[in-house]
């Protein structure tokens, strides 16, 4: 994806503007145009399994329907195990538990979080250091401040 989305840059210098000399280069697109394009492959990318060919193995569709795989698609040979539950052998823990953010739309988001199962949603009160202040040279001084905050975790 990366090698695939560079751009050809390129810089004009001489006297008064005039393109007597040109310097090219190679760069990126922006991170997000990158990651655009990985999630996309990642949405569509094909299961597979290989059989031989001869000497060789060669990668084919698992599902009918789906062409040939080309080299720039992107495949897979098993399904990803699921992390809302827990299973010890692959080392997850599951998502029971977890905190998660009620507000956001992301993957720390409840909905995606908490895989369908609901939240709990508890009020508690927090200590925190608050109004500090530098005192000449060498140390801080603050106070100690409470404040109700309401968490979110899965259930």
């Known amino acids: 994806v990366v090698s695939d989305s560079l751009d050809t840059k390129c810089k004009c ?14 760069g990126l697109p922006n991170l997000e145009e990158i990651a655009s394009e990985l999630k ?27 062409g040939l795989v080309k080299e720039v698609d992107l495949v897979y040979l098993l399904n990803s195990p699921d ?7 692959l080392g997850s823990l599951g998502t029971q538990e977890r905190q998660c953010n ?6 720390g ?9 609901g939240y709990n949603t508890y009020r508690e009160e927090v200590v925190e250091r608050c109004h500090c202040r ?3 040279c060498c140390h801080v001084v603050c ?8 968490r979110h975790v899965c259930k």
């Open 83 to 89: 992390y809302c539950t827990p299973n010890l052998h």
């Open 109 to 117: 988001s409840c909905d995606l979080l908490c895989c369908g199962r």
């Open 40 to 66: 996309s492959k990642y949405l569509t990318a094909i299961k597979v399994t290989h059989r031989l060919v001869g000497p060789r193995k060669q990668l084919v569709p698992k599902e009918m329907g789906v």
């Open 134 to 136: 530098y005192h000449w």
């Open 13 to 26: 210098h001489g006297v008064s503007g005039s393109c007597s000399v040109k310097t090219c280069w190679k």
């Open 143 to 150: 106070q100690r401040c409470r404040r109700a905050v309401e």
């Open 102 to 107: 009620r507000t956001s739309v992301g993957s």
